[in-house]
């Protein structure tokens, strides 16, 4: 027996619901991280056995982990790592991240406040500003909230013989390649006594340079 015109508009109704019902329905699940050196762009303190590594998702392919465009409000994600092989705890608690492209911008990862409202509006400005900013957030959606949620970096000490990760994420709008070329350097780690680590410098080219898996 066939469709009544009732009966297929009904059926279209439904079918063009679908995908967004699985879309609505993905819900983000975090890379497992591998060790800190195994990743193309790391920098490794042999002394103190502390390495960090970041991965850009700076393509299609990658950021389909994620349900929410990034991409298309200007931001970037960069899924950080660090691995403590050593015997002490360390601490990353005030640890200070710095993305510095080849034009001598200094990029530094968007609180979450300001994610949500970069989220809300693509074309907001998210970079310091020398003016006060209402704290109301608004726009984001609770599932785009959640996400952000549970991407982030949000680790505050490394145990031994562990590695902690997440994602931070930068403003790049306006900005033409900004990987190329850049560092990422990595300040504020301590160890169990309180002792800043030197510096971390994680050059990008690295990761822009690797070989692609087969």
Known sequence: MGLGKSGVVLWLCV???VPAALAAGKNFVKPTAKSAINYP???FH????????ADPYDNPEKAKIFSTNFA???LLPIFFVVTNDGDQPVSIANMRITLLTANHSKLTPIDTDDLYRRLSNPRMNTR????????KVKGAGKKEMDEVAASQFAARAVEPHTTQSGFMFFDVGGIGSPLQGANIDVTGVTDAKGNELMYFEIPVDKYLNAPVNP
């Open 128 to 135: 310091p500003s020398p003016l006060p900013l209402p704290s």
């Open 72 to 74: 298309g409000s200007g």
């Open 15 to 17: 079918a063009g619901l």
């Open 46 to 53: 042999r002394d103190e056995q502390v390495a960090i590594a």
């Open 41 to 43: 762009a790391h920098d």
